[in-house]
């Protein structure tokens, strides 16, 4: 894979992020309906069908592609929604969708054969065997790899299967397996693989305790923090627990991915695309983190290596981590 064919796939989780995302550099933007069809399901982000097509006419005329999330699971029995959800993405001229589910994918192929299928990092394909069912079975031409592979691994999966590979370059992390986590419904009730949102704010509350604040999930209290201490999102997984009589981030501490140094290496790889995550971030941070990587990768097509960002202030925790890419616990 060249740096002259490598695309930025960036967050658009409302129309003002969209033209954001594109006005800095995106190849594409990813974004999802204002429904259960989409894995950001959260209040106040996501498009309605106008939306969409007004997004779409947006970032075509300034030659970027939009790609449709889809990648939730249908209730079983019940997959009208889903369905008209790939329906109205093709009927809009959406450039591909992106699918997590086997059904949704066969429906897709067989009522939209001209429609491009992505794969999604909700289906957890991590192996050349299973990417290439998909390929067989549904004609998916990309598919988005799970953060839990190294580059070498990406490298031997990409000489093995016969689609683009899309990787996670920037942003939030998760410590489960995607499409396979079950802790926030747990709390809440709500599955983030149906209902598509992982702690659902409807379920989030701060209580103030004289100087301290308190964060709640469902009921549960995930985390404390002290006076000016920045009080984070409540998810289970990065929630902050006692055991064994200590007190700790006890499945993965609040950080960001960020690769900015390893895309040469990812694109020696074969990587066809580079995806930052944040649909539910603001558009400072879409426009702050699109610019960096833009003029990374154009810094890469003129054989010199990415310079240097403090995007420090805008990473979870304010901290970041090179995830699985590089790692060394092997």
């Not at 930025?8 to 429904?35: E, F, M, Q």
């Not at 379920?203 to 549960?220: A, M, N, P, T």
């Not at 694109?267 to 610019?291: D, H, L």
Request: proline share 5%; net charge neutral.
């Amino acid at each position: 894979m060249s740096a002259e064919t490598v695309e930025l796939i960036c967050p658009a989780g409302t129309p003002a992020a969209l033209k954001a995302a594109i006005d800095a550099g995106a190849d594409a933007v990813y974004l999802g309906y204002r429904d259960e069809t989409n894995a950001r399901n959260f209040p106040g982000l996501n498009f309605s069908r106008p939306e969409l097509a007004d997004g779409i006419a947006y970032a075509h005329d300034r030659g970027a592609k939009v790609l449709v999330a889809i990648n939730t699971f249908p209730r079983a029995g019940q997959p009208e929604i889903w369905h008209q959800a790939v329906d109205d993405a093709a009927r809009l001229g959406a450039d591909a969708v992106i699918l997590a589910d086997i059904g949704l994918c066969a429906y897709a192929a067989k009522t939209h054969p001209d429609l491009r299928l992505h794969l999604s990092v909700q289906a957890s394909a991590s192996s050349a065997e299973a990417i290439r069912f998909y390929h067989q079975a549904f004609g998916i031409r990309r598919a988005v790899l799970p953060r839990v592979l190294t580059v070498p691994e990406i490298a031997a999966l990409g000489a093995a299967v016969p689609v683009e590979m899309e990787v996670f370059v920037f942003g939030g992390l998760c410590v489960m397996a995607e499409g396979r986590c079950a802790l926030s419904s747990y709390v809440t009730g709500q599955s983030p693989n149906i209902n598509g949102a992982c702690s659902p704010a409807a379920h989030v509350r701060y209580i103030e305790k004289g100087d301290k604040v308190i964060s709640q999930l469902g009921g549960f209290t995930i985390n404390t923090f002290g006076s000016g201490e920045p009080a984070g999102y409540p998810t289970l997984c990065k929630g902050r627990f006692e055991a064994n009589g200590k007190l700790s981030y006890l499945f993965e501490e609040p950080t960001s991915l960020n690769t900015l140094d390893l895309l040469p290496e990812l694109i020696a790889a074969g990587v066809t695309a580079f995806k930052i995550e944040g649909r539910q971030r603001g558009r400072a941070y879409v426009s702050a983190v699109v610019k960096a990587f833009r003029q990374g990768v154009d810094a890469i097509r003129r054989g010199e290596r990415p310079p240097a960002f403090a995007l420090d202030g805008i990473t979870e925790g304010g901290r970041q981590t090179s995830g699985a890419y590089e790692r060394s616990w092997r």
